[in-house]
């Protein structure tokens, strides 16, 4: 069943690097990916986009943003919106990471409102759903993962569902270097394809790529992406070394 899907690896800069570093490190990713077996995907901060719009150009490396707003246009002071982001060249874009949850007031419905304008406008979709420790412990992971999942989908068609790429995102994993079980993020990511397909039916559900997030890097990499339901990775710290990078996405094959 795998073989039916692609594999993403991103990679979130978060709020890293200047437009020189930003060229720089995609200078030094370029030539240790052309062979990927995979999506290979940066999503770097807003003043960064276009400086690595640049430098991916001609390579097999696509750039994305890391938020999005709803509204096509108006008075949203700071906000930027998908028809901006499509005008540059971006293709990809995160969107409900738990960074912007915990910080900034993302809610499950902005982030619905989100996903729906980033599909309208074009963009594909990179989904964070996640739990925070204590829900863990609690044992309310699949009912809160499901619930994010379900909630952000709400008004998505079957059609517009082919782009959009699912990312589980433990809480407690990002940033930590204490990265779930491989055993772990398969349940949690099968969990996400039964909600997929309680929605929008097999096929589908069998298409959808579901990535694992939270201090995944080049030890853990293979063994993360060698489980049944998980297809690929978003990954923080680790996507801002060109080897430690190149070598995840020399694992997702
Ligand atoms: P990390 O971040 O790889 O540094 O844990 C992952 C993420 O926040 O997407």
Redesign the pocket.
Known sequence: MKEKRSYVI?G?W?MNNNRSQTKGLITQIVPLVPQAGCEVVVCVPFTNLETAIKAVSGTNIKVGAQNVHFEKSGAYTGEISAEMLIEMGVEYV?IG???RRQYFGETDETVNLRVKAALNAGLTVIL?VGERLPDREKGLTNELVALQTKAALIGVTAQQLDKIVI?Y?PVW?????K?ATSEQADEVCELIRSVIRDLYGDEKSDKMTIQY?????AANAEELLSKPNVDG???????LKAKDFAEIISCAK
């Open positions: 991103a979130n978060k995160i990471h738990s960074e964070c990312a995102e994993a990002i940033g930590t270097g990265t997030g939270g201090s995944m890097n990775g978003l990954i923080g710290g680790a996507s």
